[in-house]
């Protein structure tokens, strides 16, 4: 039972990267922008974190370095793909280029850095409950920060004026442009708190669910949280259902390893990749669904002046 219990444990601290970052991607999203950079976000963040983390010995600063280098990131893709309408895709990817070769240089002294030493979180009395314990209530907070994040998410989305005012941009930046509202600015500030959701999930990465740095060490995260925004049909609490269901996928790899289950290492590696095209090609066999779901104008470009 301690076995499940531990399994349980690290699919929440797994699934919580790809619900942040997943989450911060379905605001860009919602607001009818796609942006393929959060790989490289996620890595710049990785690094920003860690080694303000290994220099302040405060892992709260770090959190606040990976939050401001993602928001960075995200606000200069942000002005290229809203002001000066370069395209949407080509300018992500550009994104997540950049951000694994600025990370993987500017990480390389610290390689070796150690972290201090990590403390120990447990909710009182509630930690001490057999199996329920050990799995759910010994979580670093930025565990049930993801949790709250859904919620404040769906209340802001669709109880509050300026979510409705953020979905209409997405749906229909014409029409809001139409009644004043300055979808351009909006999207900006959608796309920077994206960003800085995404950069939050990599110091979350290099400090807690690791913890260490290593180039190349967000290993495709980035990309599934992308996955996640399709497979969760831009609803914040299906991005986290979807978010624990890959971080399951991954961290079953390492339990069957530790039973002694007699699978190659790298099949068991390419799980969580392979259960993500799986669910992607089951969700676009039904593309009329997709598109009730999916903003009007997601990925397309709005020119206030035409």
């Not at 002294?109 to 930690?127: G, S, T």
């Amino acid at each position: 039972m301690e076995s499940y219990a531990l399994l349980l444990a690290a699919t929440l601290n797994a699934g919580t990267v790809l619900a942040i970052a997943a989450l911060g991607l379905l605001i860009n999203e919602k607001a009818g922008v796609v942006n393929l950079g959060a790989e490289g976000m996620l890595l710049c963040a990785a690094i920003a974190g860690f080694a303000t983390g290994v220099n302040t010995g405060s892992d709260w600063l770090g959190f606040l370095a990976g939050i401001g280098a993602g928001a960075l990131l995200a606000g200069i893709f942000g002005v290229l793909v809203i002001w000066l309408n370069t395209n949407q895709y080509a300018t992500g990817l550009a994104l997540s280029l950049f951000g694994a070769g600025f990370s993987a240089f500017a990480g390389i002294r610290y390689v070796q850095e150690k972290l201090p030493e990590r403390p120990r979180f447990a909710i009182p009395v509630l930690a001490d409950i057999p199996f329920i314990g050990p799995a759910l209530f010994r979580q670093h907070p930025m565990v049930y920060f993801a949790m709250a994040l859904v919620f404040g998410l769906v209340w802001f989305l669709y109880r509050s004026r300026a979510g409705l005012v953020l979905r209409s941009v997405g749906e229909s930046p014409e029409s809001a442009h139409a009644l004043g509202y300055p979808v351009r600015r909006i999207r900006l500030a959608a796309v920077v708190a994206g960003g800085g959701l995404c950069g939050l999930a990599g110091a979350y990465i290099s400090l807690v669910y690791t913890p260490l740095w290593v180039e190349g060490m967000v290993a495709g995260k980035g990309w599934i949280a992308l996955a996640l925004t399709t497979f969760a049909t831009w609803r914040p609490a299906r991005v986290l259902l979807g978010a624990y269901l890959f971080g399951g996928v991954t961290m079953l790899q390492f339990h069957l390893q530790g039973v002694g289950v007699d699978v190659p290492s790298q099949f068991l590696s390419m799980l969580p990749y392979v259960a993500t095209i799986v669910v992607l090609a089951l969700i676009s066999r039904n593309p009329a669904w997709i598109r009730i779901n999916m903003p009007a104008s997601l990925g397309k470009p709005f020119y206030p002046g035409g």
